[in-house]
């Protein structure tokens, strides 16, 4: 891959990739979008409201899902299903500010939406703080690829490489290990969560 095929791809698609990567989880989408706002053409403004656009749909609808389905959509989620009345009280008590944090804590964006709809929290106070939230996360994570990307072109300068040939292989190997990263998070929740389902009550009592 050439760099001027790397950059007419990123270019075309970028702000399109960032919607719909941020749509689910986000944060490598919008962190790789911030860094190609310094890398390419992309406009970090761009990023970041592309990011928000791409949080704000994905989010409410989980909400309208959770709101709609209730606790049905709790059985697709034995972890959380089995702690249900605990995270229930935590969002009763501290549901405004889960509603505008919670997208900064991993392995929380979709779940936490659904189970706000499913708690009855109002739709017009989850859509403000959520748009507030993503706004926020949007511009700090955003920013923060940006800068990871100057850094890098820093770097890759003071070392002198070839910025045509470096960029595409730096890009992909952050990919890679995020990727890893987030493929033993994924493993070693799913196998914790069989071990509870397996343990059944007791495990509650303790």
Known sequence: MTIELFKEGVETYGYLAVVL????????????????????????????????????????????LGRLKGLQVLSYFPRIKLRADRVFYHLRRHGSFITFAFRFVYGFRILTPLLLGASGVGWGRFTLLNCLGALTWATLVGCLGYVMGEALVLLLEHIKADMQHGMPYILAGVLLVVALVRLVVWYVRRRRAQRMLAAGPKSEAC
């Open 21 to 64: 990567g941020t749509f689910l989880e986000g944060d490598i989408a919008l962190i790789l979008g911030g860094l190609c706002a310094q890398c390419t053409e992309l406009k970090l403004g761009g990023v970041i409201a592309s990011a928000f656009i791409g949080a704000i749909i994905g989010d409410q609808l989980f909400y309208n």
